[in-house]
C-alpha cells in the first residue's frame, strides 16, 4: 500500500516554476514529509524536509496545507540540470520506503 | 553534508560468482546503514537494515543467504552477492543515517552490477 501519491511523471521548460504535489492522505500525527531528489545511476539525495506550513532552503521550499494530507515542492527557475526523479516520503522512521516518484522532464 | 561512499562503482562477473560491495560513512558514524536495489526505470526497493555488530534485519522476500551483510564498524557496511545469477544484476545503493534531522539518510553513489 503506497503511502504516498504522486503524478508519475511532469515536463516543465527552463526558467519556469515547478510544482510537484504529493497526495499523504493517511499522515500520522509524527511524520515528517521529506522529499528527495535522484539523477541516473546515482544515489538520491535529500532536498527538503518539512512538518507543517512552509520550509525553504536554497533549492526548494515545500509547502504544506494544516490538515497536512498533501504538500508541494516548489523548484524555483528550474533548469537542465533539474531533470531527475522526485520522491515524497512521509514517516519518522529510520526506514525509507520509496514510492514510484515522479520523473520531472525539464524542456529547453 | 555527510558523505557515503561505495565500493567498486560498478562491477562485472560471471554467474556462479560472488560479489561484495562495500558502504562507507567517511565523515560520520553510522550505527544503521540501509541497503536498496533498484532496477531500470523502477523505484529503489529496500533490501535490508544493517546494525552494527549485530544480525542484518532483511525485508520479506529478500533471501539473507543470497546477500550477506556485515557491518563490522561504524564506519563500514558490506552486501555479499553470494553465487550471483543474471537477474541479480542491478543497481545497488546504501544509504546510512547521521543523526540529526529526522528521517534523512544519506546516500552512497550506487554499485553497478552487471551478472554474465
Known amino acids: 500500500l503506497a503511502k504516498t501519491t504522486q503524478p508519475i511523471s511532469m515536463d516543465s521548460y527552463e526558467g519556469q516554476e515547478v510544482n510537484i504535489t504529493c497526495s499523504h492522505n493517511?499522515?500520522?500525527?509524527?511524520?515528517?514529509i521529506t522529499w528527495y531528489q535522484q539523477f541516473p545511476s546515482q544515489g538520491p539525495r535529500f532536498i527538503i524536509q518539512?512538518?507543517?506550513t512552509k520550509v525553504t532552503n536554497e533549492v526548494a521550499s515545500l509547502f504544506i496545507p494544516a490538515d497536512r494530507k498533501s504538500s508541494t515542492l516548489s523548484l524555483p527557475r528550474v533548469s537542465l540540470s533539474d531533470t531527475a526523479v522526485y520522491y515524497c516520503?512521509?514517516?519518522?522512521?529510520?526506514?525509507?520506503?520509496f514510492g514510484k516518484g515522479t520523473r520531472l522532464h525539464i524542456l529547453p | 553534508g555527510a558523505v557515503v561512499s561505495q565500493h567498486p562503482s560498478r562491477v562485472i562477473c560471471k554467474s556462479g560468482t560472488s560479489v561484495k560491495i562495500e558502504c562507507r560513512s567517511l565523515?560520520?558514524?553510522?550505527?544503521?546503514m540501509f541497503w536498496y536495489r533498484q532496477f531500470p526505470k523502477q523505484s529503489l526497493m529496500l533490501m535490508a537494515t544493517?546494525?552494527?555488530?549485530?544480525?542484518?534485519?532483511?525485508e520479506q522476500g529478500v533471501e539473507k543467504d543470497k546477500f550477506l551483510i556485515n557491518h563490522a564498524s561504524l564506519t563500514l557496511s558490506t552486501l555479499t552477492v553470494t553465487s550471483a545469477h543474471p537477474e541479480d544484476s542491478s543497481f545497488y545503493i546504501c544509504?546510512?543515517?547521521?543523526?540529526?534531522?529526522?528521517?534523512?539518510?544519506?546516500f552512497g553513489p550506487g554499485t553497478r552490477l552487471t551478472v554474465l
Open positions: 544509504s546510512a543515517r547521521a543523526g540529526g534531522r529526522v528521517y534523512e539518510q544519506f
Open positions: 493517511n499522515i500520522a500525527t509524527n511524520d515528517y
Open positions: 518539512g512538518y507543517k
Open positions: 516520503l512521509r514517516g519518522r522512521d529510520d526506514k525509507i520506503i
Open positions: 565523515d560520520f558514524q553510522a550505527t544503521t
Open positions: 544493517s546494525n552494527e555488530g549485530s544480525k542484518a534485519t532483511y
